[in-house]
């Protein structure tokens, strides 16, 4: 079987000398299809520049990044580009809306950047935003919409169409307690129809959904439970 995502002994270093940076030390992680895991730690453990790596946004120092069987170390930018848009699909934590676009336009360009036609490519937006109830704010612009509409508006758009792998930095920050359940419940019902999912988060509560937690300090993976039992024993073994 294909592992969706696979990092290969992989290192980040930012800066040099004096101000060198170790963000990510000597990482190995898989993830199936199906599986969904949480990335736990200290702020400034490596959690967000693990998820740039994975999904190509940033490259390593040493070591592979593979999603789907494809290492993105060999392929041009213009590649790289194309496998994102097709395979994964990026949750960040400031939205990344585009202000001019209404929400079924930014949920929908993705699939238009990639060839789909514009009439296909808004229906697949319109069937991704009712997933998270937000079909009656289709038209409106992100000014529009509150920080956690915005937030719905992003996750829809990560998920639209048939990506792969999808990766969420802080997915709920903005969200009530509600509405952050149903987006961890969109997030498996991915998993459940073969996608694999990676999710950055302090939040002991949503990493309990996971099927695998993997914990970060000072760049370094440092332990990996698979199957958590509940929120309590996973502030047991990390301290925020």
């Known amino acids: 079987m294909t592992l969706t995502l696979e990092l290969r002994g992989v290192t980040r270093v930012h800066g040099s000398g004096h101000t060198q940076v170790d963000a990510l030390v000597n990482a190995n992680l898989s993830v199936e299809p199906g599986a969904l895991v949480a990335v736990m730690g200290p702020s400034g453990s490596g959690k967000t520049t693990l998820l740039s790596l994975a999904g190509g946004l940033e490259k390593p120092t040493s070591g592979e ?18 496998l994102r848009r097709r395979s994964i699909g990026y949750v960040f934590q400031q939205f990344n809306l585009i202000e001019g676009l209404t929400a079924v336009e930014n949920v929908s360009i993705p699939l238009e950047l990639d060839g789909v036609n514009r009439r296909d490519a808004s229906v697949a937006a319109m069937a991704s935003l009712e997933l998270l109830g937000l079909g009656s704010l289709a038209k409106r ?22 990506r792969t792998l999808l990766l969420a930095d802080e997915p709920t920050g903005a969200l009530d307690t509600v509405t952050g359940e149903s987006v961890l419940r969109l997030m498996r019902d991915h998993c459940e129809r073969g996608g694999a999912g990676v999710l950055v988060t302090h939040d002991a509560r949503l990493a309990a959904w996971a099927d695998q937690v993997v914990f970060l300090r000072d760049g370094r993976i440092v332990d990996q439970t698979e199957s958590p039992k509940g929120p309590e024993e996973l502030l047991d073994r990390v301290v925020m």
């Open 65 to 82: 990044v593979i999603v789907d069987g494809t290492q993105l170390g060999q392929l041009s930018v213009g590649h790289l580009a194309a």
């Open 141 to 162: 612009f992100p000014d529009e919409l509150s920080g956690g509409e915005q937030q719905r508006v992003a996750i829809a758009r990560a998920v639209v169409g048939e």
